[in-house]
Nanobody, 122 residues
Framework: EVQLVESGGGLVQAGGSLRLSCAASGFTFDDYAIGWFRQAPGKEREGVSCISSSDGSTYYVDSVKGRFTISSDNAKNTVYLQMNSLKPEDTAVYYC???????????????WGRGTQVTVSS
């Protein structure tokens, strides 16, 4: 059974940092890409970042470039999202998901975690 479990969310002041984790199981981790998405109330789910576990290639949406860093520990089947210089507009539920290739399109991702709430206060 494929499982993706996010952790690390919380409440932080603007300018602060959080590190999200996505622990994966039930599939061959090295063969997949892991993406981070976020969804704020009343808004569509947005692709934030993605990493290919096979070659380490990464993608970031423009709004987080220079502030967020995605990384993968293949030995632990875990992907991290280090979020620095957080802004109130980063407030959302953050989800990780798996796909064969990196994409910003949520529909390309077949398995999803339940999400972790990130709240950035001003």
């Amino acid at each position: 059974e494929v499982q993706l479990v996010e952790s690390g969310g919380g409440l932080v002041q603007a300018g602060g940092s959080l590190r999200l984790s996505c622990a994966a199981s039930g599939f061959t981790f090295d063969d997949y890409a892991i993406g981070w998405f976020r969804q704020a109330p009343g808004k569509e789910r947005e692709g934030v970042s993605c990493i290919s576990s096979s070659d380490g290639s990464t993608y970031y949406v423009d709004s987080v470039k220079g502030r967020f860093t995605i990384s993968s520990d293949n030995a632990k089947n875990t992907v991290y999202l280090q979020m620095n210089s957080l802004k109130p507009e980063d407030t959302a539920v953050y989800y990780c998901a798996s796909a064969l290739l990196c994409s910003v399109v949520p529909g390309y991702f077949g398995s999803w975690g339940r999400g972790t709430q990130v709240t950035v206060s001003s």
